[in-house]
């Protein structure tokens, strides 16, 4: 493996969060994309692609909760 490179961690609340979470963006974004609304559609593809990218379980949920009440706050 090339330096700095090292595989993702999967744990039980991980991938919890990254089915919840995808779930949540995915109805964001598609509801987003339909309606042109675009806060919805950014926030969407962010809960689910920040997954990939936090770790602990404590982070996960932190930010998915935050990013998914953003999206009743954010609405048009």
Do not use: C, Q
Request: proline share 4%.
């Amino acid at each position: 493996m090339p330096p700095g490179f090292e595989m993702p961690n999967f744990t039980a609340a991980s991938l919890v969060a990254n089915l919840l979470f995808s779930s949540v963006g995915f109805v964001a974004m598609a509801y987003g994309k339909r309606m042109h609304a675009w806060r919805a559609m950014f926030i969407g593809i962010a809960l689910m692609g920040y997954t990939y990218f936090v770790d602990g379980a404590l982070l996960l949920f932190g930010i998915g909760l935050v990013l998914t009440a953003a999206l009743f706050v954010f609405r048009d």
